[in-house]
């Protein structure tokens, strides 16, 4: 866990939100049901917070799913949200670190690491989950991306001052998929609302309502909240969230 962050402060603004990055169900959707059919295996939804990919995942995939979170609250409430869309027997939730995950038994179809990715790193990842795929196993990742060659100073700035991230353009995450050993099945840009609806509007309000009687760390969380905000409303033409489908290619024998 990142030791520079007030976890208090942060779940004081982040519990019970709809979700945890920018991110829609119709978005899920969409990408779920562009994916070609998927090799025997199980379905990883990595980093899946309250969980509401995961559900979608369940539903249009008519598959088990296996729900994976550091952060025990969230898989809670999503076990209580499978039990009452009648889920409950294709979604099985693990506390357990990303960053250590052992084999499956019968090998992994498809990593859905849905606004997660960018904690260990894009390349990171990829290096990281891939030997979990079996042959023709599908990543499916959605992550930060500049949809410009010339990012403004300012928001180039705020990603790699403020949030510590190099951002790179879509076109240069593919290559770099491709040199991790993935085939690039297709990219999709979330639209702004799926950043508004059901991730900034519940936050700044949220925020709002918090502001009047935080201290000092609670504070410091809420300034970088409506700092992130602020910054995709000046700037959120040059990146945006992006969805990679990826597909391992397989080892040269
Ligand atoms: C930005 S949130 C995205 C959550 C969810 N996929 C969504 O889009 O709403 C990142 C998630 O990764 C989880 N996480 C952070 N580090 C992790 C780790 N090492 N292993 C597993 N999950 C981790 C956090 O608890 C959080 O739920």
Not at 106 to 128: D, H, K, N, Q, S
Not at 145 to 157: F, I, Q, S, V, Y
Request: hydrophobic share 45%; proline share 7%; with cysteine.
């Amino acid at each position: 866990m990142d030791d520079t962050i007030d976890w208090d402060a942060f779940f004081t603004l982040h519990h019970d939100l709809p979700r945890e990055g920018p991110g829609s169900d119709a978005m899920t959707e969409t990408v779920a049901r562009s994916l070609p059919p998927l090799p025997p295996g199980a379905i990883l939804d990595l980093g899946c917070g309250p969980g509401r990919q995961t559900l979608v995942l369940a539903r249009v995939l008519k598959h088990s799913v296996v729900a994976i979170d550091s952060h025990r609250p969230y898989l809670e409430r999503l076990a209580m949200a499978a039990d009452a869309a009648g889920l409950s027997t294709l979604i099985e939730t693990r506390q357990q670190s990303f960053f250590n995950l052992a084999h499956e038994p019968e090998g992994v179809a498809l990593i859905w690491a849905e606004g997660c990715i960018y904690i260990p790193g894009f390349v990171e990842g990829l290096r990281m989950w891939r030997p979990l795929l079996v042959p023709g196993g599908l990543l499916v990742a959605s992550d930060v991306a500049w949809l410009t060659k010339t990012p403004p100073d300012e928001a180039r700035a705020y990603w790699e001052e403020d949030e510590g991230i190099q951002l790179l353009t879509v076109k240069k995450k593919s290559r770099r998929a491709v040199a991790e050993g993935f085939e690039v099945l297709g990219t999709h840009i979330l639209p702004r609302e799926a950043w508004w609806d059901d991730y900034f509007n519940p936050l700044a309000e949220r925020s709002a309502a918090l502001r009047a009687n935080a201290g000092p760390a609670l504070t410091r969380v809420l300034d970088a909240n409506d700092r992130e905000i602020n910054i995709w409303r000046r700037f959120g033409d040059s990146y945006g969230y992006v969805f990679h489908v990826l597909r391992k290619v397989d080892d040269a024998v």
